[in-house]
């Protein structure tokens, strides 16, 4: 069998990351490091997805996959003022869902999901979003990140961590994880970190990849967790 090719990095010469393994040990202590330098950059995190109810945070999510969520907080302003609860979502049709949110990308897919979701909420749920995470992804087009969602902002339970295209990255690069699969990205972060540090910490993850750890030219001199983030390819 071939040895693990070796990159340098300064002067310290590495193993890449995906041949090595990093023990339980290490990255319990790396999310506490994170979580401690997060808390200090960001003090007071919140929902990134403007909302003032269950329903309107449930529709903002399920339109945030692959989307920005600067894009669906310029569209759901007009959106809820013309479809202002789940009975007129469910009275609506797909096509007028669809042109409403046009600009939000794979507006066929989400304005079936958010008519259908709406329908079975009128329908099964008296128009209420459910606070149960088995019954929420029942729901079309809500899988587990959507769940945790809306089941962490806008009840304020803990049933998982949000792991979106930020947490994955972020996750990876520090050391919290060497998962590809959000699910499995999910169940380390929900190991590692206490549950009522779940919900907040999501958040904080976000706004740093947005401000600091951006894809493809991430700002180590300057980031936070620099000191300790093993800055994983
Ligand atoms: S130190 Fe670099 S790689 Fe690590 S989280 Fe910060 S920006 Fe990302």
């Known amino acids: 069998m071939s040895r693990p090719k070796k990159e340098k990095s300064g002067n310290v010469e590495k193993v890449p990351a995906r041949t090595k393994k990093i023990s339980f040990a290490t990255r319990k202590k790396l999310a506490k490091q994170t979580i401690e330098a997060l808390k200090k950059t960001y003090p007071a995190p919140s929902c990134a997805l403007c ?36 009975q007129a979502f469910a009275d609506a049709s797909v096509e007028e869902i669809g042109e409403a949110i046009k600009s939000c990308g794979f507006y066929n897919t989400k304005s079936a999901n958010i008519s259908k979701t709406a329908k079975i ?38 049933s998982g961590f949000v792991v979106d295209t930020h947490v994955l990255r972020l996750s990876r690069k520090i050391g919290l994880s060497d998962e590809t699969n959000p699910e499995k990205v999910e169940e380390e972060l929900n190991r590692l970190i206490e549950p009522h540090e779940w919900i907040s910490t999501s958040h904080r993850l976000i706004f740093l990849g947005r401000e600091y750890c951006i894809a493809r030219r991430p700002k180590c001199d300057v980031c936070p967790l620099t000191s300790f983030c093993l800055k994983r390819p």
């Open 51 to 86: 909302h003032h109810t269950p329903f309107e945070l449930l529709v903002a999510t399920i339109l945030s996959a692959q989307c920005t969520d600067k894009r669906v907080n310029a569209i759901t302003p007009e959106l809820f003022r013309k479809y202002p609860d789940v």
């Open 121 to 158: 909420l009128v329908e099964k749920y008296d128009g209420e979003v459910p606070d149960d995470f088995d019954k929420l992804v029942e729901l079309p087009g809500v899988g587990r990140k959507t769940a945790n969602c809306v089941l962490g902002n806008a009840f304020g339970i803990a």
